[in-house]
């Protein structure tokens, strides 16, 4: 990507962001910048140089409190894309995308029925129990979870990636054959109780927790204190909330982090088609949603 393109993308997502604290600061959410975007705002104070995305984390309650909100608080220029709010939607976390642009990776371009706009990235933090055979439990539940919610990418993998071989399209059958005869009221019904199970872990019942719906379940664990109450750091010239022990958090995740990579290294996350003013596939959105 070039630099003016991928700046240009960055102040896109700084909008997002600042909607986001917008809404979360007038209804008392605590969130924090997290991840790529934290190691920006400690060591840059804004985006690292190459980055492309910006992530967010929120505590479980806050994070389903943070998406009941946007229902009427969110501007008609973002939308919330989860799994509640698009049929094709496979992550197991939320994104807030612009409407009428696009940033979509070119290896999931077959996917249709998808809002591909330029985006952030919005996880949840799970509680985690302290018990090895509750954590057991928890992460089995979090994996039949996800595999749930792949059913729409693994359709259009079949169905509309013609860059399938046969025998891959093959392999692929078989889970889809397993997952297409389950009655979708019943996959409806089991998500909703994996959900519960994984999720209702009271915080006085523990003090970890982790990012365990979106990357590895115990290399996510962390003490809760970790984040604790959010503190104000510069981003971009403007002050967001990130984690109150940003230290401990970025030395766990990143060891060595006011060091610089080498510079093979200063990569975004991928290969992604960017427009500012076109969203692609948005009649097959919108002729899903009808």
Request: proline content about 4%; some cysteine; aromatic content about 14%.
């Amino acid at each position: 990507m070039e630099n003016q393109q991928l700046r240009k993308l960055q102040l896109h997502q700084l909008e997002i962001l600042k909607e986001i604290d917008r809404i979360c600061t007038k209804h008392n959410i605590n969130y924090y910048i997290s991840w790529g975007s934290l190691l920006g705002a400690v060591r840059h104070k804004g985006f690292i140089p190459w980055d492309d995305d910006i992530d967010i984390s929120l505590f479980w309650d806050d994070y389903l409190k943070f998406i009941h909100v946007c229902q009427n608080e969110l501007s008609d220029k973002f939308f919330l894309q989860n799994v509640s709010t698009e049929k094709n939607y496979f992550r197991t976390w939320s994104k807030v995308r612009i409407n009428d642009t696009t940033s979509m990776d070119k290896i999931l371009s077959f996917m249709k029925g998808v809002h591909w706009g330029i985006c952030i990235d919005v996880f949840p933090i799970l509680p985690i129990p302290e018990k090895k055979t509750q954590q057991i439990y928890q992460r089995i539940c979090i994996d039949l979870y996800k595999i749930l919610c792949f059913e729409p990418l693994l359709v259009a993998m079949i169905k509309d990636n013609k860059k399938l071989k046969f025998y891959q399209r093959a392999i692929l059958y078989i889970p889809y054959m397993g997952i297409s005869i389950i009655p979708e009221t019943i996959k409806n019904k089991f998500k909703k109780y994996l959900v519960d199970k994984f999720s209702n872990i009271k915080d006085t019942e523990t003090s970890l927790c982790g990012e365990a719906l979106s990357m590895n379940y115990d290399k996510s664990i962390i003490p809760a204190s970790v984040y604790g109450t959010p503190v104000r750091l510069e981003f971009e010239g403007h002050l967001f909330n990130a984690p109150q022990q940003y230290v401990e958090f970025l030395t766990k995740f990143y060891g060595d982090y006011m060091k610089l990579p080498p510079e093979s290294e200063r990569q975004g996350h991928g290969d992604t088609i960017i427009s500012f003013d076109y969203q692609a596939h948005k009649d097959e959105l919108l002729n899903k949603s009808r």
